[in-house]
């Protein structure tokens, strides 16, 4: 069978409707559609957020198998907050994570962007609050503008960055650094 849409064929029924089954128990994705191009198993449509698409993709790696998998989810939140209420939301799920408690952080948004500022402790406690941030789910985009205190951080060179989904290729999340 080939999907139109994509020239893509598609997976054996049984492992196709598996993954599918799996993935719609599990998450809210809207549009969910699992092919394959012959080398890898591929996952495409609308997670509310980015811990949705990365679980999802780990979820379809162990249903298929040895199959590798492409996370082409596009992250579209579905929940559409007002901006103080995603604000809120972004200041409760920095304060419940763990690994975010000694961190100064302070919140803001604008038509939807939320902006991260205050002081982290490293890089990675500064990815993790963007990641956070992103979990919510209801964000357009996440500017990240914490300082980072350790200077000679490598992964965040002018202690700030910003996280970008890139579903183009592989739909693996990267950095870029902004000013």
Known sequence: MTS?????HMLPDALAKRTSLA?????????LRVMTDGLRLVIDGDA????VKKHAGMLASRVAGS????????????RHYDDGDLAKAVRNALSANEGLGSE?????????????????????ASFQAELAAWAVGGAS???????????????CPDGASQLTVN????????????A
Do not use: K
């Open 23 to 31: 993935l719609a128990q599990s998450f809210d994705i809207r549009n």
């Open 48 to 51: 509310p957020c980015y811990r």
């Open 104 to 124: 100064r952080i302070e919140v803001s948004v604008h038509h939807g962007v939320v902006t991260l500022q205050g002081s982290a402790s490293s890089c990675a």
């Open 67 to 78: 199959q590798r998998v492409m996370n082409r989810l596009r992250v579209v939140p579905h």
């Open 167 to 178: 579903d183009s290729l592989t739909g693996d999340i990267g950095t870029a650094s902004t």
């Open 141 to 155: 985009e996440i500017n990240n503008r914490m300082r980072v205190a350790d200077a000679d951080d490598r992964c």
């Open 4 to 8: 139109s849409a994509t020239g893509r």
